[in-house]
């Protein structure tokens, strides 16, 4: 197990290799849909401070409001695939090191992790009140007004929290391999049936 510390730097990101099982702590941010639109529509500074060197989370948290504090009660991974058409620009505008999601992404998001010095993270699905429990803090929150409680921007202090690189600064992707390999195995088994 890796144990990584946000904010990271690009050399520390570029060792690290699809496969490697990793434990993040320090501060990330939630991002979906209406976040990535912004982020790519607007040049924002006090994000851009906010992100550099960090990774944003593909989730849309169950978040409550407790004691005048937001506690988040569930943090589970959303597909990321969605967020292809901006990811690589969103990488290279603000200063990410990386994405954290679930089920991958595509070529386009692997060239941008490559030029860029960023990886992609997944997260496991269906542990969303286990990966809830990782966060110890809600530091802030951006365009909750705008875009509600799943859309917003939410700036989170994580402590071990896990993921695995399946697409590295290197080129390589598990996600594009596991596909591969599988339609092989696939068109074999076909084959073999007629």
């Not at 976040?35 to 593909?58: M, S, W």
């Not at 409680?149 to 596991?178: C, Q, Y």
Request: with cysteine.
């Amino acid at each position: 197990m890796i144990k990584i510390r946000t904010p990271i730097s690009e050399d520390e990101i570029r060792r690290l290799d699809a496969g490697d099982e990793v434990e993040i702590s320090g501060i990330l941010v939630t991002g979906r849909d209406a976040a990535h639109k912004y982020l790519i529509e607007n040049d924002d500074e006090q994000l851009r401070r906010v992100l550099q060197g960090t990774f944003i989370y593909h989730c849309g948290p169950i978040v409550v409001r407790e004691n005048n504090q937001y506690v988040f009660k569930a943090a589970g991974p959303t597909t990321s695939i969605r967020e292809e058409p901006y990811q690589a620009e969103v990488i290279r505008k603000y200063g990410l090191r990386g994405v954290i999601g679930k089920g991958g992404m595509g070529k386009k998001t692997l060239k941008g992790l490559m030029d860029y010095g960023a990886v992609y993270l997944h997260a496991v699905g269906g542990a969303a009140v286990y990966i809830g429990e990782r966060i110890k803090r809600v530091i802030d929150v951006y365009k909750l007004e705008e875009f509600g409680i799943p859309e917003a921007l939410w700036v989170i202090e994580v402590e071990n929290f896990p993921v695995v690189v399946t697409m590295d600064s290197k080129g390589r992707s598990l996600h594009e391999e596991i596909l591969n390999e599988s339609s092989k195995r696939y068109k074999s088994i076909i084959d073999n049936i007629k």
